[in-house]
């Protein structure tokens, strides 16, 4: 109550007009409401934004999971034991969620294709140098 005797109602703070799925008004507060009244997820002149963020979101988050492991950190493939150590890696990577699993079984293939291409490499050359001593 004021000194001329008005009664004095406390205002609540302004909120965004939209409703939420439930049925609920939406909370979001005055500091995030944009100049229709609405938060942004309410805005019904803002669903092409709210798509093109939810798209954009959606590809960020891609790109960070499909990132992979860092190539200096795999190192090269030249020999068996190379192999050997990339595999070990990537089955680590893999079990600690650091690389997806599809990512992993990816490069595991990858790495079992080259090793089979050295080992024929290898059993070439030893044919090649047996021909070489019969003759």
């Given at each position: 109550?004021?000194?001329?005797?008005?009664?004095?109602?406390?205002?609540?703070?302004?909120?965004?007009?939209?409703?939420?799925?439930?049925?609920?008004?939406?909370?979001?507060?005055?500091?995030?409401?944009?100049?229709?009244?609405?938060?942004f997820?309410?805005?019904?002149?803002?669903?092409?934004?709210?798509?093109?963020?939810?798209?954009?979101?959606?590809?960020?988050?891609?790109?960070?999971?499909?990132?992979?492991?860092?190539?200096?950190?795999?190192?090269?493939?030249?020999?068996?034991?190379?192999?050997?150590?990339?595999?070990?890696?990537l089955?680590?990577?893999?079990?600690?969620?650091?690389?997806p699993?599809?990512?992993?079984?990816?490069?595991?293939?990858?790495?079992?294709?080259?090793?089979?291409?050295?080992?024929?490499?290898?059993?070439?050359?030893?044919?090649?140098?047996?021909?070489?001593?019969?003759?």
């Amino acid at each position: 109550m004021t000194a001329s005797g008005e009664v004095v109602v406390a205002s609540e703070p302004k909120r965004c007009l939209g409703v939420n799925q439930d049925g609920t008004p939406c909370r979001t507060g005055e500091e995030l409401l944009l100049p229709t009244g609405y938060c942004f997820g309410h805005d019904p002149h803002r669903a092409l934004d709210r798509s093109a963020a939810g798209t954009l979101g959606g590809v960020k988050a891609g790109a960070k999971r499909r990132r992979g492991l860092d190539p200096d950190r795999i190192g090269e493939l030249n020999t068996p034991a190379d192999a050997k150590r990339i595999t070990a890696l990537l089955t680590v990577a893999s079990a600690t969620g650091e690389l997806p699993a599809p990512q992993a079984r990816a490069a595991l293939v990858a790495v079992q294709a080259w090793l089979k291409a050295y080992d024929m490499d290898e059993l070439e050359q030893r044919l090649a140098d047996l021909e070489r001593g019969r003759r």
